[in-house]
């Protein structure tokens, strides 16, 4: 089984920055492909940017440029990244965490195929 558990959501003003991290524990190894996803209330989730076992990263068109995602994968920890700059009021939502074994190219922004999810956390830009 795998856990995650996201943290530095919060409150910036617009053209501000966040870095939100996710830490996973449990089965993960470094082959998994982890992912970043947002959702505001009435809107499905939306998949925001991932990085598989190679370290291919893929972003949506809405924050390319502005978004950079990494992965740190220290021995037996592994802890992932989204920095956020030039913050808009359109990037307000809950961030979640979502870790699965191996997740081809094509759908890695897509929610279904992964099986862990963190908690989420919030992020407001005014």
């Known amino acids: 089984d795998v856990q995650l558990v996201e943290s530095g959501g919060g409150s910036v003003q617009a053209g501000g920055s966040l870095r939100l991290s996710c830490e996973a524990s449990?089965?993960?190894?470094?082959?998994?492909?982890m992912a970043w996803f947002r959702q505001t209330p009435g809107k499905e989730r939306e998949g925001v940017a991932a990085?598989?076992?190679?370290?291919?990263?893929?972003?949506a068109e809405s924050v390319k440029g502005r978004f950079t995602i990494s992965k740190d994968n220290a021995k037996n920890s592994y802890t992932l990244f989204l920095q956020m700059d030039a913050l808009q009021s359109e990037d307000t939502a809950i961030y979640y965490c979502?870790?699965?074994?191996?997740?081809?190219?094509?759908?890695?922004?897509?929610?279904?195929?992964?099986?862990?999810w963190g908690q989420g956390t919030q992020v407001t830009v005014s």
């Open positions: 979502a870790a699965q074994r191996v997740v081809a190219g094509p759908f890695a922004l897509q929610e279904w195929p992964y099986n862990y």
């Open positions: 990085i598989d076992g190679d370290r291919r990263t893929y972003y």
């Open positions: 449990g089965s993960i190894t470094s082959t998994y492909s």
